[in-house]
Structure formats: C-alpha cells, structure tokens
C-alpha cells in the first residue's frame, strides 16, 4: 500500500478588517486513488483548516482504525 500527502496552502487577503489569512490542510492518495481530501479554504469567516494531526487522524480512520486524541495532562508545577 502506498499513501501519498499532497500538502496544500491557501491565503486570502481580501479583508479590511481582519487583513490577510491563511489554513492548510491535505490531499491524500491510497495507491494513487484520492482517499482524503482535506483541502483549505483560507477566509475570515467560516474557512477551512486542517492540523497535521488532522490530517493524520483521517488517514487512520480511512484505514480503519479508531483515533482517540487526549488532551494534554495539566501541568504540576508551581
């Protein structure tokens, strides 16, 4: 099996108020079919971005594994 990430970016500049934005996100193939597509959608309003582990996560629930993602213990130090 081979699995492609097409890493992708994306800007938008069009507004006064918020000035420029960007998001990223990602395409991935599985044995050059498409699998995932995470594309972004830079905006400042309801735009579209995707971490790695996003991306990463979808690869795995596209391959049928079950992704828990746990938020980092709180720290203890005083």
């Known amino acids: 099996m081979k699995i492609e990430i097409e ?3 994306d800007s938008y ?3 006064e ?3 420029t934005s960007y998001a990223e996100g990602a395409r991935v193939y599985v044995d050059g079919a498409l699998a995932v597509d995470m594309s972004p959608v830079a905006h400042c309003l309801g735009g579209a971005h995707y971490s790695d582990s996003d991306v990463y996560s979808a690869i795995l629930k596209h391959l049928g594994h079950e992704v828990l993602i746990r938020p980092e213990p709180a720290s203890t130090q005083s």
């Open 17 to 19: 108020t918020c000035g």
């Open 13 to 15: 500049d069009n507004c």
């Open 7 to 9: 890493w992708l970016h």
